[in-house]
């Protein structure tokens, strides 16, 4: 199993940016990729950003593609996500998310094992 712990959140003005982190811990060298995933106000929770650990391959949803960035710390086993130009429909609670099942697919969070508590990023307008 593999433990993650998002921090970064907060409250910023539409087109501010933020950066957020994953750290994961335990069982760490079993895990293929990482995802963020957010779940706004009454909606499902939903896929934003992938990485694949050893090649870095990275996928992003259509309405954040250009605007945010995932990369990884693959020595410090953490994941980032770099928020650019946020809009007040960013808003959610984000989690990150560990290891893809097998025959899983990035975009669908019950195909990852491991998550986060999530943390809350509130845009205004």
């Known amino acids: 199993q593999v433990q993650l712990v998002e921090s970064g959140g907060g409250l910023v003005q539409a087109g501010g940016s933020l950066r957020l982190s994953c750290a994961a811990s335990?069982?760490?060298?079993?895990?293929?990729?990482m995802g963020w995933f957010r779940q706004g106000p009454g909606k499902e929770r939903e896929f934003v950003a992938f990485?694949?650990?050893?090649?870095?391959?990275?996928y992003y949803a259509d309405s954040v593609k250009g605007r945010f960035t995932i990369s990884r710390d693959n020595a410090k086993n953490t994941v980032l996500l770099q928020m650019n130009s946020l809009k007040p429909e960013d808003t959610a609670v984000y989690y990150c998310?560990?290891?893809?099942?097998?025959?899983?697919?990035?975009?669908?969070?019950?195909?990852?094992?491991?998550w986060g508590h999530g943390t809350q990023v509130t845009v205004s307008s």
């Open positions: 998310a560990a290891h893809i099942r097998a025959g899983g697919s990035y975009y669908r969070p019950a195909d990852f094992t491991s």
């Open positions: 335990g069982r760490t060298y079993s895990s293929n990729a």
């Open positions: 990485i694949n650990w050893s090649r870095g391959i990275t």
